[in-house]
């Protein structure tokens, strides 16, 4: 989702769209578009995997029992997304300290929060492979 709509963005961006008064609101509503959509796409890909896994392991319901194992990687991987988003915002706060526009300014705390979510994601599942 945040693929589809960031080139849909960056092509708006080439066309100049967000270039006039109201760029910043048009900005704003492709991403309230982007947040429902997103947790839509999630949900169903937690259903289909949920499927996929009873299917594959015979099981009708997977098992969700969080030790302090899990716990733990879930913290680890919480304090990755918080820093990585943390640092997205600071950078798009310098940057517009420096001059640059509050388009651009959005466009860091978005790439920020995705990198930020993306990162902490990946830190589980390395943190789930290699342990903690």
């Not at 947040?35 to 969700?64: D, K, Q, R, W």
């Amino acid at each position: 989702v945040l693929a589809v709509i960031g080139s849909k963005m960056w092509q708006m961006h080439l066309n100049g769209e967000f270039a006039g008064p109201d760029g910043v609101m048009i900005w704003a509503r492709m991403v309230l578009w982007m947040i429902p959509a997103c947790i839509v796409v999630i949900i169903t890909v937690t259903i289909l995997f949920n499927i996929a896994y009873s299917a594959m392991t015979g099981t009708e319901h997977a098992t969700f029992l969080i030790d302090e194992r899990d716990a733990a990687i879930g913290r680890r991987g919480m304090q990755v997304t918080m820093v990585v988003a943390s640092i997205g915002f600071m950078l798009a706060i310098i940057a517009m300290a420096l001059g640059w526009t509050a388009f651009a300014g959005l466009n860091i705390i978005l790439i920020g929060f995705a990198a930020g979510d993306i990162l902490g994601s990946l830190s589980k599942m390395a943190a789930y492979r290699f342990g903690i």
